[in-house]
């Protein structure tokens, strides 16, 4: 087994490096009351960033639209209950009014070759956060790795329109993968792992990530068709595997998909 790569948390890892001393924690909290300070101020819901029209995926004033005004639409994608009502559901613009299963089945003509399988071995909290990013940039569908439950809060209800798949082990994945003709590509910064930012993805294919803390199984690693490694800068061992899994996947949308189809 090859050693920590130059950003991976291992044995070997200064614990010095993942504790603040007090003197850093007064240095920080000015800065820390300021942010709060000025927290009430940066609400992005209240306004268009743009200051114009609202864009189809923007947040306005208020969340969603109210009942609808004039006669009711005949077609059947409709929800009467939400044109009686209004609709403050997580939707983009195109989908309002719409009944969930109609919403799921235009999706369904819109969504991308890749998937998004991440390990849940540990109740990671990240993943609600992965299957609401797979939702945005419309992921064919989610796969959990191990335990059956997570924590659905990040996902922001997104989990109701997009295909969730649970294994109980990495095998279960695998032949999922292997029934589908998907290659599965790791991400993890460990030795020997390629550069995101200089290789080509596969179109069809299973974006497996880690747990927040140990990251990739080893097996995951070993058993991959292909491993990569996302760059980093700065001090900081990692980044957040909700954040990775971001990064991944809009670098898969910057290689294979047409910006004309995004909202």
């Not at 009351?33 to 609400?43: G, M, N």
Request: charge should be negative; aromatic fraction near 6%.
């Amino acid at each position: 087994m090859s050693g920590p790569g130059p950003t991976e948390s291992g044995p070997g890892a200064d614990p010095g490096l993942r504790n603040r001393t007090p003197e850093d924690r007064d240095a920080a909290q000015p800065r820390e009351t300021a942010k709060r300070e000025i927290a009430p101020e940066r609400d992005h819901r209240c306004e268009s960033q743009g200051g114009g029209a609202i864009g189809p995926t923007e947040w306005g004033t208020t969340v969603g639209v109210g009942p609808w005004e004039g006669p009711w639409p005949t077609d059947e994608r409709y929800d009467p209950e939400l044109l009686e009502h209004g609709d403050r559901r997580n939707v983009v613009d195109h989908y309002r009014y719409w009944r969930r299963e109609a919403i799921v089945a235009d999706l369904d003509l819109r969504r991308h070759d890749f998937h998004v399988a991440i390990e849940n071995f540990q109740h990671d909290h990240n993943i609600g956060t992965v299957v609401r990013t797979a939702n945005a940039f419309a992921a064919k569908a989610v796969h959990i790795v191990g335990r059956r439950r997570w924590n659905r809060r990040g996902a922001m209800v997104t989990d109701r329109y997009q295909h969730v798949h649970h294994h109980p082990e990495l095998a279960s994945l695998r032949e999922y993968a292997a029934e589908h003709d998907l290659a599965v590509v790791a991400v993890d910064n460990t030795a020997g792992a390629v550069p995101i930012e200089r290789t080509a993805l596969p179109r069809r294919c299973v974006l497996l990530f880690g747990q927040e803390g140990p990251g990739l199984r080893e097996e995951s690693r070993l058993d991959a068709d292909l491993v990569v490694s996302i760059a980093q800068y700065g001090s900081t061992r990692s980044i957040n595997a909700g954040v990775a899994a971001g990064v991944v996947m809009h670098t898969w949308i910057q290689q294979h998909a047409d910006p004309a189809a995004a909202w």
